[in-house]
């Protein structure tokens, strides 16, 4: 059954879904997202350094650093949340 099957009648419940195939597209898509978001940041803290009257070889080297800080902070919080997120479940 495909999507306009479905959606022609979605009470039916005859349907199968590929658990296999639907976490490959979740992890598809994280990794896509992913890359999105760190050249969103990237450029947000390029602008930033812009706006403060630099250059971008001044700032080269500065927005890496900024960056690998602000990756780290975010896996680390990420970590934790997932953790006390597991604990919930868990418990």
Same mark, same amino acid.
């Given at each position: 059954?495909?999507?306009? @099957?479905?959606?022609?009648?979605p009470?039916?419940?005859?349907? @199968?879904?590929?658990?296999?195939?639907?976490?490959?597209?979740?992890? @598809?898509?994280?990794c896509? /997202? !992913?890359?999105?978001?760190?050249?969103?940041? %990237?450029? !947000?803290?390029?602008?930033? @350094?812009?706006? /403060?009257?630099k250059?971008e070889?001044?700032?080269?080297?500065?927005?890496?650093? +900024?960056?690998?800080?602000?990756?780290?902070?975010?896996?680390?919080?990420?970590?934790? +949340?997932?953790?006390?997120?597991?604990?919930?479940?868990? %418990?």
């Amino acid at each position: 059954m495909d999507l306009n @099957e479905f959606l022609k009648n979605p009470d039916n419940k005859s349907f @199968e879904v590929d658990i296999g195939i639907s976490l490959l597209r979740i992890v @598809e898509m994280t990794c896509r /997202n !992913q890359i999105y978001l760190r050249s969103i940041l %990237k450029r !947000q803290l390029e602008i930033k @350094e812009i706006l /403060n009257g630099k250059t971008e070889s001044e700032f080269d080297e500065s927005v890496k650093d +900024k960056l690998f800080e602000l990756e780290t902070k975010i896996l680390d919080l990420s970590k934790e +949340k997932y953790h006390k997120l597991l604990e919930k479940i868990l %418990k």
